[in-house]
């Protein structure tokens, strides 16, 4: 880290990476069936999905595979399944989404030991200043309890 660059400075570089994450996720979840379309769908059609899409570690297999794991222990089936197509094109594209979802969120976690060491040397105004501007995050998180344990080893000033 150049010894210039502030923890503001560094939080600053850092954001847009976590807004970028964040654009890319919206994008995967509006390709991706709803909750309530893949209720209303085949357990077929879901395993379908689910196999195509658990090995981008989309967060959304998850809500896929409790479903299915539902109607495996009630048995339940819908009546008339409505099914959703989606061709190997458009899981490769929300494949490729979810490679830059996932490169923008660990730039963005890159940063946090940069910031934390910032904070460390600049004190606790300097933590509240980029915790203001962090969105809410593992990095956040991390440097709030960083300024936390720095004000509990502050020795009061008589």
């Known amino acids: 880290m150049p010894s210039h660059q502030t923890a503001l400075d560094i939080a600053r570089e850092a954001v847009p990476h976590r807004e970028l994450a964040w654009e890319r996720y919206e994008q995967i979840r509006e390709r991706l069936p709803t909750r309530d379309q893949a209720m209303s769908a085949s357990s077929e059609d879901l395993d379908e999905l689910l196999l195509r899409i658990s090995s981008y570690d989309l967060p959304h297999a998850g809500m896929i595979y409790d479903i299915l794991a539902d109607r ?9 399944p409505q099914p959703f197509n989606m061709d190997i094109e458009t899981i490769l594209e929300i494949g490729d989404l979810n490679r830059e979802r996932v490169t923008a969120e660990r730039t963005f976690d890159s940063y946090c030991g940069d910031i934390l060491n910032a904070v460390g040397s600049e004190g606790v105004e300097a933590g509240e200043q980029v915790i203001s501007i962090l969105p809410a995050s593992a990095v956040r998180a991390a440097v709030r309890r960083h300024v936390d344990r720095m004000m509990a080893m502050q020795v009061p000033t008589p």
Do not use: A, Q
């Not at 495996?72 to 009546?79: A, K, L, N, Q």
């Open 72 to 80: 495996r222990v009630s048995g339940y089936e819908p009546e008339r």
